[in-house]
């Protein structure tokens, strides 16, 4: 009985040796996806409209070509040469190099130079990152002189701030102290939940950390010439913050989510606007900006939304751009016919099973449950002993997993069903 | 009488395992001496601070501890191999399964010694692997190093459990199918390379596999015991 027991351990490793290994090579083998159309979207500050371009392939002579076309939301093509003119603060450097960049845009003097610091791209994640809560606070003047330079990094404890000297690993008592009754001055409730900086050393220099304390309540902390400096910051709402990221361009100073998924730009005034975007929960974006525009684009299934915001962040305009659904190749949906599933593990969220559809798969697993309960019949097993009916359906869920594990590890039959199985013959 | 046995068993499985065992924790003890050379002569070089927040926060993150990474596997390999090859190819494990005692609680308790062997060795690494984080990193790096290096240490039990069974196995081709299987298995729990931390929700799983896979050497025993092919 017990080893019976320990043989279906045995069999579940094998089916889970078999799904994490066999779709891979399968899915190495034959590659479930053909060519995709690329697809681009941006905004015009000629046309005040949308200009989408996308790379179509063709197969022709089995010979694979691709060709870009562009057009607008109307459906209204437009040459290559036609959209550099159409785009001019995208195609700034190549203009500028063709001696055809203008004097003016919108009535707007320019000059590649403008054009080009005005722009900037950056990303903004809804969830928050890799977090250990140590972290280094650099002195606002650390760029002027080396004595400025900070030794240590510092972590927010309920009992206070700490900093850490990394060259003897031991608490600094007296800038602890310092730092812990500034902050407690300012009404900080320790410990720290959270706490975000820029990756820019500049910015991070400049503006320090924003801490979130036990309280739910927003600080900023900063060092100059090794003097704390604390500020309570007002909340964009009464929501919890749930990530901040740093402006790259001068008018942002961070972007905000909350907990309920609005988000915020906090401005150098540290004033905020609400950005008019659907619930941005769980939604990581891009925003990039120009001389005119600031622009949010919002991934999602099979569809991308491009948000047009003016310099004061009120909404200009909007587009989703919808990707077709990869078309499935014969060795895709052979894959999803054979493998129920398959076994994996990412970094953060542990192992997970990706189930294939159920219509796919189910046919050949109940074939395979028929074979298996043909030859068990066949070989003189009784279909009433639970490890009989165990493994079928073990082949009937797992399909040819299943039905792996049941032939590395097989059953042995009990004395009755030998008896039975040899009866005939004597 | 019980306890008798099973003092007269681990003592022949000492015998069996000593030098294996104390060979790998030699290697191991200098691993993890050698990480810590390595990490304080760069310290030295470019100051604590610089190499403290690489190890933080680079892209990719700095695993300072990545030699570590087939220790405990090695480990394992080393004590299953010297506690169940010979004895199983020169038959002497015969001997064993015919002592007046169920197979079962005799086998149970070889794979017990076995298991308190790795168990004593990870102990080892884990101490010594602290004693040397904790002097030289605070605990914001020491939690998460040490939630990456559990998969590593519970790879050793999967490994050890899977020799077992694959040696005590009598057919020839299931060996090379079980080995298979404990290949694949052991690529789940063999992960690096990733941030500081990572894996940590795969923990609980992976210790249900070492719990689950510790009874697997039952089962070919019985096979070896009945002479099955």
């Known amino acids: ?426 | 009488m019980m306890k008798r046995y099973f003092l007269h068993l681990f003592y022949k499985e000492w015998l069996k395992t000593r030098w294996a065992f104390l060979g790998t924790l030699l290697l191991g003890t200098a691993t993890i001496l050698y990480i810590f050379i390595a990490v304080e002569n760069k310290i030295t070089l470019t100051g604590a601070k610089t190499i403290l927040l690489r190890i933080l926060y680079d892209e990719p993150p700095v695993i300072y501890y990545a030699s570590f990474l087939y220790i405990p596997l090695l480990t394992a390999l080393a004590i299953g191999i010297a506690q169940y090859v010979p004895e199983v190819i020169q038959k002497r494990i015969r001997l064993t399964l015919h002592l007046p005692e169920k197979n079962n609680i005799l086998i149970s308790g070889m794979a017990g010694f076995g298991l308190i062997l790795l168990t004593l060795s990870n102990l080892l690494y884990i101490g010594l692997f602290l004693y040397y984080n904790i002097r030289l990193f605070p605990e914001e790096l020491t939690k998460p190093v040490m939630i990456s290096l559990t998969p590593w240490l519970l790879s050793s039990y999967i490994a050890y459990n899977f020799i077992a069974m694959i040696a005590m196995e009598p057919n020839k081709w299931r060996k090379v199918i079980y080995s298979v299987i404990a290949y694949y298995i052991l690529q789940l729990f063999l992960v690096g390379n990733e941030p500081h931390g990572a894996f940590r929700e795969s923990l609980p799983i992976m210790t249900l596999m070492v719990l689950l896979s510790s009874g697997l050497v039952l089962y070919s025993s019985q096979r070896f015991y009945k002479g099955e092919k």
């Open chain 1, 1 to 426: 009985m017990l080893t019976k027991i320990i043989r279906i351990i045995a069999v579940l490793f094998a089916v889970i040796a078999a799904a994490t290994v066999l779709p891979q090579l399968y899915y190495t083998t034959f590659p479930p996806e053909g060519r995709s159309s690329h697809k681009n979207i941006c905004y015009s500050e000629i046309l005040g409209d949308f200009i989408i371009s996308e790379y179509i392939y063709s197969t022709d002579k089995k010979q694979a070509t691709g060709q870009t076309v562009c057009y607008d939301r109307h459906g209204k093509s437009y040459s290559r040469d036609s959209v550099a003119r159409l785009l001019l603060l995208d195609n700034v450097s190549q203009l500028a190099y063709e001696g055809r960049f203008p004097d003016t845009i919108c009535g707007i003097a320019v000059t590649p130079e403008l054009v080009s610091s005005e722009a900037f791209s950056q990303y903004h994640s809804a969830q928050p990152g890799l977090y250990y809560g140590l972290c280094e606070l650099r002195d606002q003047k650390s760029y002027t002189t080396r004595t400025l330079e900070p030794r240590d990094l510092f972590r927010i404890t309920p009992e206070g701030i700490q900093f850490i000297v990394c060259a003897t690993n031991q608490i600094d008592e007296e800038k602890s102290r310092l730092f812990t009754n500034c902050l407690t001055a300012a009404d900080f409730r320790f410990p720290a939940l959270r706490m975000w900086t820029s990756p820019d050393k500049n910015i991070s220099e400049a503006i320090g950390y924003y801490v979130i304390d036990s309280k739910n309540e927003l600080y900023c902390l900063s060092m100059n010439q090794s003097v704390p400096a604390v500020q309570k910051l007002e909340k964009p709402d009464s929501r919890n913050i749930r990530n901040i990221t740093f402006g790259k361009s001068p008018d942002i100073r961070a972007i905000l989510n909350t907990e309920n998924g609005n988000m915020y730009i906090q401005h150098p005034d540290q004033s905020y606007t609400r950005l008019e975007l659907p619930d941005s929960l769980r939604k990581s974006g891009r925003l990039t900006g120009n001389l005119f525009y600031r622009i949010f684009t919002l991934p999602a299934q099979n569809q991308q939304t491009t948000f047009v915001f003016d310099r004061n962040f009120r909404l200009v305009d909007s587009c989703t751009l919808y990707f077709q659904p990869q078309p499935q190749n014969t060795a895709g949906i052979f894959g999803e016919f054979l493998f129920p599933f398959h076994i994996g593990q990412t970094a953060w969220e542990g192992f997970y099973a990706d189930w294939s559809p159920v219509k796919r798969f189910l046919w050949l697993n109940l074939a395979l449950a028929g074979i298996t309960l043909f030859y068990k019949r066949r070989n003189g097993y009784r279909l009433s002993n639970p490890f009989v009916i165990t493994d079928i359906l073990f082949v009937t869920i797992f399909g040819i997993y299943g039905l792996m594990g049941i032939s590395a590890f097989p059953l042995k039959k009990s004395r009755e069903e030998i008896l039975n199985s040899q009866s005939p013959e004597l």
